[in-house]
T-cell receptor
Framework: GAVVSQHPSRVICKSGTSVKIECRSLDFQATTMFWYRQFPKQSLMLMATSNEGSKATYEQGVEKDKFLINHASLTLSTLTVTSAHPEDSSFYIC?????????????FGPGTRLLVL | GNSVTQMEGPVTLSEEAFLTINCTYTATGYPSLFWYVQYPGEGLQLLLKATKADDKGSNKGFEATYRKETTSFHLEKGSVQVSDSAVYFCALSASGNQFYFGTGTSLTVIP
C-alpha cells in the first residue's frame, strides 16, 4: 500500500542551528504535501501546505522564514527549521496522498521528533 | 472555519468496558470525518472514516456514525482491550486534503 516516509525519525541539535526534515511518498506522486506539528499532549496543528513547483502556503501564525518548505519533486518535500530554538522542539509530521485522490487517501508519515538544546 | 472539538481525557477503563469518545465539528462545505489512533512512540494510523452524512465507519470493533444534524462523529467500541490503549484523534477534511484535528483523547485500558 501507499507509504509516506520521513527522515530523520529523531534529531537533536544545538540552539541556532538549522535542521532539515524530509518527507517522501514512496509509491505515488503527490503534488501537495502537508506539514503538521504536535506538541506534547496536544493535537496536531497544520503548519503549511507544500505545493510541488510553487511556494508553500503557510497557516496563520507560522513563520515562513523560520520554517522553509521546498517541494522539489512529486515525491519529496523538505521542511527546514532555521536557527532552531528550544521552543521549536516538537514532533513534526507530514502527510501526502496520490495527486488524483481525496482526503480519505491521505497517508501520514511516522513523524520526526526534534529536540533543540 | 473548520474545527473539531473532542472530549477531553484522559480516559481510563477496565478491560471489556464500553467506550465512547465524543467528537463534534464545524466545517464549511461537506467534510469527510476521520478517527486516527496514535500508539505510544508511533505515528498516526487511520482507524476509520466516513465521507458523507449517515455513513458509518468501522474497524477493529470501533465504529462512528457521521451525524450531520448534530455535527458529530462519536467513536464507540463495545468491549475495549488493553491493546486499545492509545491516543485517539478526531479529524475532518473539507477541501484541499488538509486535516483539522481535535485535541486527542488518551485512553488507558487496565486489565
Amino acid at each position: 500500500g501507499a507509504v509516506v516516509s520521513q527522515h530523520p525519525s529523531r534529531v537533536i541539535c544545538k540552539s541556532g542551528t538549522s535542521v532539515k526534515i524530509e518527507c517522501r511518498s514512496l509509491d505515488f506522486q503527490a503534488t501537495t504535501m502537508f506539514w503538521y506539528r504536535q506538541f506534547p499532549k496536544q493535537s496536531l496543528m497544520l503548519m503549511a501546505t507544500s505545493n510541488e513547483g510553487s511556494k508553500a502556503t503557510y497557516e496563520q501564525g507560522v513563520e515562513k522564514d523560520k520554517f522553509l518548505i521546498n517541494h522539489a519533486s512529486l515525491t519529496l518535500s523538505t521542511l527546514t527549521v532555521t536557527s532552531a530554538h528550544p521552543e521549536d522542539s516538537s514532533f513534526y509530521i507530514c502527510s501526502a496522498g496520490p495527486y488524483w485522490a481525496g482526503a480519505e487517501t491521505q497517508y501520514f508519515g511516522p513523524g520526526t521528533r526534534l529536540l533543540v538544546l | 472555519g473548520n474545527s473539531v472539538t473532542q472530549m477531553e481525557g484522559p480516559v481510563t477503563l477496565s478491560e471489556e468496558a464500553f467506550l465512547t469518545i465524543n467528537c463534534t465539528y464545524t466545517a464549511t462545505g461537506y467534510p469527510s470525518l476521520f478517527w486516527y489512533v496514535q500508539y505510544p512512540g508511533e505515528g498516526l494510523q487511520l482507524l476509520l472514516k466516513a465521507t458523507k452524512a449517515d455513513d458509518k465507519g468501522s474497524n477493529k470493533g470501533f465504529e462512528a456514525t457521521y451525524r450531520k444534524e448534530t455535527t458529530s462523529f462519536h467513536l464507540e467500541k463495545g468491549s475495549v482491550q488493553v491493546s486499545d490503549s492509545a491516543v485517539y484523534f478526531c479529524a475532518l477534511s473539507a477541501s484541499g486534503n488538509q486535516f483539522y484535528f481535535g485535541t486527542g483523547t488518551s485512553l488507558t485500558v487496565i486489565p
